[in-house]
């Protein structure tokens, strides 16, 4: 107890520290893209996701999916859109596995990159290696992930492994991840990057060892190959235009019954502003909805946790 210990070296501060994180998702969701652009933000200092502050330093990408071609065609997109160079960032698009050599080759550059900020691994299936023979599915897993472990720990360096997700659904989202629950159970923090519906792109899912859990919505910009982390709650922009609407009116305006919240979006003609609460028939007829449509829409929300309603049927958001 009379030790003193440093913080923990963050390369994205509440995303990503020190250890070994995972981020999975589906194919073609633009993981890569995510990767690359953390790479190049930490390797110039600049912000991540268009707001996060960073520490500049070098960087390890080893796009293992690309070629060279691909790779740098990807850098000349994000250059012409606004990106900047990055002499930090070391790319490769070839190494071999942990078990044939590629141990060494990440011990090679953490030698000669000693204040080295972040390592990517795109995909950690294609240099993770073989398993011993006779070790079970579980124990490979652990074993294979415990490879990067060991060097993230010994450098104190962020490493982030990119891997894939199951076909399969899953009420729990840490059981998208592709694999056993050895390789959950050896990272330190998880990452699964979810297309959302409604507003947002994308939600990346985060928990962890120093990470507090939470969910962030992300917007994507095809042209910049840019991932940008939206304001406000992931449920403000995966929920439909409009409960969106509602939740962003509430929380800027307090307290509000159904009749109100119509009539504030302007979901109602002007004229009936000034007749009192609207009965669903008429909010129905100014939205081409089906009758009872804002009122039932804030009963779900309110089963759904989404909103609070007091005994006189008044609506808010929750703090």
């Known amino acids: 107890m009379r030790e003193e210990f440093p913080p923990p070296k963050w390369a994205v501060p509440g995303l990503l520290a020190e250890g070994l994180n995972l981020l999975a998702g589906a194919p073609k969701l ?11 933000d930490i390797a110039n200092g600049d912000p991540v ?10 960087v390890l990408y080893c796009a293992l999916e690309d070629t060279g071609r691909r790779l740098q065609r990807r850098r000349r997109q994000m250059l012409a859109t606004g990106g900047r160079a990055a002499p930090l960032l070391t790319l490769e698009t070839a190494c071999p596995t942990m078990t044939a050599g590629g141990e060494q080759v990440l011990v090679d550059w953490l030698e000669e990159n000693p204040h080295a900020r972040l390592v990517i691994i795109d995909t950690y299936e294609k240099m993770r290696g073989t398993d011993s023979p006779g070790q079970s599915a579980y124990a490979g897993d652990y074993a294979a992930a415990g490879r990067f472990k060991r060097l993230a720990d010994h450098y104190s360096v962020p490493f982030l ?10 009420e729990d989202w840490q059981n998208l991840v592709s694999g056993t629950a050895g390789l959950t159970g050896a990272v330190d923090a998880t990452l699964v990057l979810e297309r959302g519906r409604g507003q947002a792109d994308g939600v990346l899912h985060v928990t962890g060892r120093d990470v507090e859990e939470a969910d962030y919505a992300m ?19 995966t929920v439909s235009n409009t409960r969106a609407d509602i939740l962003r009116l509430l929380r800027d305006h307090g307290p509000l019954k159904p009749a109100r919240i ?14 009192g609460p609207l009965k669903p028939a008429r909010i129905a007829e100014a939205l081409q909805l089906v009758p009872n449509t804002v009122r039932q829409t804030c009963k779900r929300m309110q089963e759904a946790g989404q909103l609070q309603v007091d005994r006189e049927g008044t609506y808010s958001a929750p703090e």
């Not at 095809?222 to 304001?231: F, I, N, P, V």
């Open 262 to 275: 119509a009539e504030a979006l302007q979901l109602v003609p002007n004229t009936l502003r000034d007749h």
């Open 30 to 40: 633009g993981k890569s893209w995510l990767s690359l652009g953390f790479g190049a």
């Open 161 to 170: 492994l990119i891997h894939h997700v199951r076909k399969q659904g899953a």
């Open 49 to 58: 996701l268009g707001s996060i502050s960073v520490e500049r330093g070098p």
């Open 219 to 237: 917007s994507f910009d095809a042209q910049a190959g840019a991932w940008t982390k939206l304001d406000g709650p992931a449920s403000d922009h």
